[in-house]
């Protein structure tokens, strides 16, 4: 069996490397592969996922597993930019920040991520994958409903978004 494991762009996997090269020494069909990994991860276009392709070389055959995104690539897809935050909520001098990054997430778009990533997190209970998906957005400089993650924690904490969470 040889396993690939590569991250691609959703929908924009090629034949080039570092893929062409791996499936080669299998002797697959390297395009029937890239067509099906594109196929697969057309949802997840303009972002990057993990896929790991085993093929059996006695066969021919291969399986295709598309992984899930990071929480950090799912936070710029949700917030449709390219990048987060160079130095989250001006950690830095403010001279050496070329402009202030603020963007900003409602808490519904904070549950949904969360619903997303709650298999990843190891955990069976929505508040924790929500507040796990607050962590991330102090990581990325992102704002919830224009304030700061850990104020929108801290009401999590009070109880304040039970009603959201459910």
Same mark, same amino acid.
């Given at each position: 069996?040889?396993?690939?494991?590569?991250?691609?762009?959703?929908? !924009?996997?090629?034949?080039?490397?570092?893929?062409? +090269? &791996? $499936? =080669?020494?299998?002797?697959? *069909?390297?395009?029937? @592969?890239?067509?099906?990994?594109?196929?697969?991860?057309?949802?997840?276009?303009?972002?990057?996922?993990?896929?790991?392709?085993?093929?059996?070389?006695?066969? !021919?055959?291969?399986?295709?597993?598309?992984?899930? +995104? &990071? $929480? =950090?690539?799912?936070?710029? *897809?949700?917030?449709? @930019?390219?990048?987060?935050?160079?130095?989250?909520?001006?950690?830095?001098?403010?001279?050496?920040?070329?402009?202030?990054?603020?963007?900003?997430?409602?808490?519904?778009?904070?549950?949904?991520?969360?619903?997303?990533?709650?298999?990843?997190?190891?955990?069976? *209970?929505?508040?924790?994958?929500?507040?796990?998906?607050?962590?991330?957005?102090?990581?990325?400089?992102?704002?919830?409903?224009?304030?700061?993650?850990?104020?929108?924690?801290?009401?999590?904490?009070?109880?304040?978004?039970?009603?959201?969470?459910?």
């Amino acid at each position: 069996m040889v396993t690939v494991k590569i991250i691609v762009d959703g929908g !924009k996997a090629n034949a080039g490397p570092p893929l062409g +090269p &791996s $499936l =080669a020494t299998a002797g697959v *069909k390297i395009q029937e @592969v890239v067509d099906a990994i594109n196929e697969k991860t057309k949802g997840f276009e303009g972002i990057q996922v993990p896929v790991t392709v085993e093929v059996d070389p006695a066969t !021919k055959k291969f399986e295709i597993e598309v992984g899930k +995104p &990071s $929480l =950090a690539n799912l936070i710029k *897809k949700e917030l449709n @930019v390219k990048k987060l935050a160079k130095a989250p909520f001006n950690v830095y001098k403010k001279e050496e920040i070329e402009e202030e990054f603020k963007k900003s997430l409602s808490f519904d778009q904070i549950v949904k991520l969360a619903k997303m990533k709650m298999e990843d997190m190891k955990t069976d *209970k929505l508040k924790v994958a929500v507040k796990q998906t607050i962590g991330a957005c102090v990581s990325c400089g992102v704002y919830i409903e224009d304030k700061k993650p850990k104020e929108i924690l801290v009401e999590v904490n009070e109880g304040k978004w039970d009603e959201k969470i459910k």
